[in-house]
């Protein structure tokens, strides 16, 4: 759904240079010759029991999307939502949590807005600076670009499992992991060498959102099935079919755009459907910058993963 673009011509706004056709990660706005400003938000109801790791997973997950446009995070307000019943020391806890993540990514968390509603939901509202011509977007992959991916997949089965109190502690703690970690590492080194794409993997999953990536840059991508990372217990829980809604409508939303090979597997398609929370950047990488890109990674011990790369033409292709 985009309604936005039937009320406003992103043409009017000349200082907007991302945002409502296509969307993107994050809007950006020009300040002056060399800066602009970056700015998003997304909140959730609870993907944990654990009221801090809430907190902070929603924090990670806010922040996310600055980094997916290549920008530095600055200022961030509060928004949530919560039960007037709920105790008071979890509200302290998911703000807290909250915080502390946000002060590891260098923000400052200046406030914000709660109300009472049924069902907690807690989120940022996040504004970035960057220099104009480090942008990353959906739409900066090129034919040859190669395809890396900075977290594992499996997040959305194993809390599903969770909830049903289906899932093993060790499970949830390593999805916990990663959900928690900041994306700023892989958006620092994506700016330092000049990469143009970048998005983060959250609620329309992998395909969906290496989806949207080619859609808007107007080539195809080919994923290699065995270099696709997952957590441990994915595959596990996929097996027992732990899957949210929301995996069933990406697969039927995306499923036409996919060409799956045929040996692919059906539980291994829909965890390529399966929404993540706080997911990692999928960056393009031009095959004359991977081994810059590798050695600078190696370098700061931050995981990635070449998983595929682009072609000329449209669509996904899931070998
Ligand atoms: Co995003
Ligand atoms: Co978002």
């Not at 902070?56 to 530095?72: F, K, Q, R």
């Not at 909830?163 to 900041?182: N, T, V, Y």
């Not at 949210?244 to 965890?271: C, P, Q, W």
Request: aromatic content about 10%.
């Amino acid at each position: 759904m985009r309604p936005l673009g039937s009320i406003f011509n992103a043409q009017d706004y000349p200082d907007l240079l991302v945002g409502i056709d296509p969307p993107d990660d994050a809007a950006v706005w020009r300040i002056d010759e060399t800066r602009s400003i970056v700015v998003t938000t997304d909140f959730f109801t609870p993907v944990v029991d654990e009221p801090y790791d809430y907190g902070a997973i929603a924090a990670a997950n806010s922040l996310s999307d600055i980094y997916a446009m290549g920008a530095d995070p600055i200022l961030a307000l509060n928004i949530a939502a919560f039960p007037p019943q709920l105790p008071t020391d979890f509200l302290s806890q998911i703000i807290r949590g909250a915080a502390e993540k946000a002060k590891e990514a260098g923000v400052v968390i200046a406030g914000g807005h709660t109300i009472q509603d049924k069902e907690p939901k807690f989120g940022l509202v996040v504004i970035g600076m960057i220099e104009t011509h480090k942008i990353l977007t959906k739409s900066g992959v090129q034919p040859d670009d190669l395809l890396i991916l900075t977290k594992p997949l499996g997040m959305g089965v194993t809390t599903t499992a969770n909830k049903a109190q289906k899932a093993k502690k060790e499970d949830i703690e390593e999805a916990k992991f990663w959900m928690r970690k900041l994306n700023k590492i892989p958006s620092k080194i994506a700016t330092q060498l000049n990469l143009k794409a970048a998005t983060d993997i959250t609620g329309f999953s992998l395909l969906g959102h290496a989806y949207e990536m080619a859609d808007s840059s107007k080539v195809r991508i080919i994923l290699n099935s065995q270099d696709i990372p997952f957590i441990n217990g994915a595959r596990y829980y996929g097996e027992k079919w732990f899957f949210a809604g929301g995996a069933a409508d990406n697969r039927l939303y995306y499923e036409k755009f996919i060409e799956f090979s045929e040996e692919i597997d059906e539980v291994t398609r829909m965890l390529l459907f399966d929404p993540q929370t706080s997911g990692g950047l999928l960056l393009a990488c031009p095959p004359e910058k991977i081994s810059e890109f590798e050695d600078t990674a190696k370098s700061q011990n931050m995981p990635y993963w070449e998983i595929g790369h682009a072609i000329h033409g449209t669509g996904i292709i899931v070998k």
